[in-house]
């Protein structure tokens, strides 16, 4: 790696599971080892002249599940899984501020449904439709899962394209909705796709 005259090469910290890019930091030698030997990040604070552990105080610590360096060897992105916001304004990353963004290509919809849905559990709005599913209770979730299910298969046998896409999207965000009564994250079921999918095709599912 190629450290700058100060010692110091750029660190950015990556979702590993979202792939949101949520911070940007400074590491000299000794917090680039510490992170390599302990799995969680650590820093050089320019400011302050000294390591830090990212979290230490906050409990926001972040786990490295992923080292990569760049072309030019000069930065390291670094996958990892966050404990909490990453930034010190309380935000999820400390790229909140949008600029410009095709949200064709925004991929990271199902967490943001995933965030309103929790946000209703938690602060009930009145005349919201999510907010009369955990009303209900687990049993209406789970007719609703189901209606959802039925009416997707029809729509399939149909071979309707757009019925079918309209009803694969209700059925996903009741999906979400039993998924917030059950307390389970999308981050749950990613991992446990990981853990199925991500392994060498010589294992478990090399066949699919």
Not at 60 to 81: A, E, P, T
Not at 86 to 100: A, D, E, I, Q
Not at 127 to 152: A, M, P, Q
């Amino acid at each position: 790696m190629k450290f700058d005259d100060k010692g110091l090469i750029v660190a950015i910290m990556q979702d590993a599971l979202t792939g949101d890019v949520l911070m940007q930091a400074y590491m000299n030698k000794e917090a680039f080892d510490k992170t390599m030997e302990t799995g969680y990040m650590h820093f050089y604070s320019r400011s302050r002249k000294c390591l830090w552990k990212k979290g230490e105080t906050s409990g926001n610590v972040q786990k490295v599940v992923g080292v990569k360096i760049d072309c030019d060897k000069d930065s390291v992105l670094f996958k990892v899984l966050p404990a909490g916001p990453s930034c010190h304004t309380g935000n999820r990353t400390c790229f909140f501020t949008t600029l410009k963004e095709n949200k064709e290509a925004d991929y990271r919809i199902i967490f943001d449904i995933m965030d309103t849905i929790k946000s209703r559990r938690e602060n009930p709005v009145e005349g919201s439709y999510t907010n009369y599913l955990f009303d209900k209770g687990l049993d209406k979730i789970l007719k609703k899962v189901g209606e959802e299910t039925s009416e997707t298969i029809i729509a399939a046998k149909n071979k309707d394209k757009k019925e079918l896409t309209m009803e694969i999207s209700d059925l996903i965000y009741h999906i979400l909705v039993l998924m917030e009564e059950a307390d389970l994250s999308p981050k749950d079921i990613y991992q446990e796709l990981i853990k199925r999918f991500g392994k060498k095709p010589d294992e478990k599912y090399k066949n699919r």
